[in-house]
């Protein structure tokens, strides 16, 4: 059981909670509430299980514009593993994930999967189009397929408890957003017990990760909805026509969205969040046309590549 800690590599998309996993069936209404972020343990004297079923106390009606889109991610093992190539690898990841999905679907967000999804066959060719970004395959995934938040974990066993870490992440930017911790006690001797101990403890972190998720998500939607652009310019643009051009880009860029951060300028790449008003543009490619019309007195944009949340162009 301690060797759990070298396959529990994986992270997740989580957010959508409002209680811990629940405890087993109760005629006592009172003592289930009060056992309801217990429920790893109490499972521990029924037969292992190994789908669990989990039903959550009632959460807080959400008060924000919208809902994010979340995705449950596992980390991967090195620099060079893929998400999928954990979760295809490794069961433990694999459950987890699976129970994330099922938990987040369960409360009404709606979920990215990255299993059976077409966009996955872009992601190593944006792995190369996003500077400074190369190693986090799981960005780059969270991109791909539309999310707003990514959630990783990780987990370990120590001094016979389940550990499992759980990190939410702005999909634009990867900008670490908060971390919880869930534990549950090991008593599993079995495979199947021990992949419903990592779920569960998975799903005690859940509510309070969701509340610092839901905090962010309802001050940042005041905004618009986010769409990371990558603008690439073209090698006819030099010298003080090359600046000239980064200053009217973004000034043209700031007069036609709502919002517009700037993540990061370089000499030939400009990477910014373009905060999009959605009655005004629905969706990624009204928003790329929005650039194109805006930028058109000084360069002629091309796409490049378009998906979900994700605009790379270029300018020539």
Known sequence: MKTLCRYIIFAAALLGIAGCASA????????????????????????????????????????????????????????????MEVVSNNPFAKAVMEGINEYLTEKGYEVRSLEGSEDLSNLIQMQGDISGNGDDMSYIAGLALGADVYIKFSGSIKNDMVNVELSAYETS??????????????????????????????????????????????????????????????ERFQGSGLEDLQDLSISSLRSAFKSVRVNNVTERTIDIIVYANPEVYPDAYAVYSAIKSAVSSSAQAKKNNIVNKLIILELN
């Open 24 to 83: 087993p069936p109760s005629h006592d209404a009172e003592r289930a509430r009060a056992r309801a972020g217990y429920s790893a343990l109490d499972s521990e004297t029924s037969p292992a299980v190994s789908t669990p079923s989990v039903t959550s106390a009632p959460t807080a009606a959400y008060s924000g514009v919208s809902r994010p889109i979340l995705m449950a991610l596992p980390a991967a093992s090195g620099k060079r593993s893929s998400p």
């Open 173 to 234: 930017t990867a900008r670490q957003l908060g971390s919880k911790t869930g534990m549950v006690q090991n008593h599993g001797n079995s495979k199947d017990k021990q992949r419903y101990l990592v779920i569960s403890a998975a799903k005690k972190a859940l509510p309070a990760l969701e509340k610092t998720i839901l905090a962010y998500w309802n001050e940042d939607a005041k905004k618009g909805v986010q769409y990371k652009v990558v603008l690439r310019i073209g």
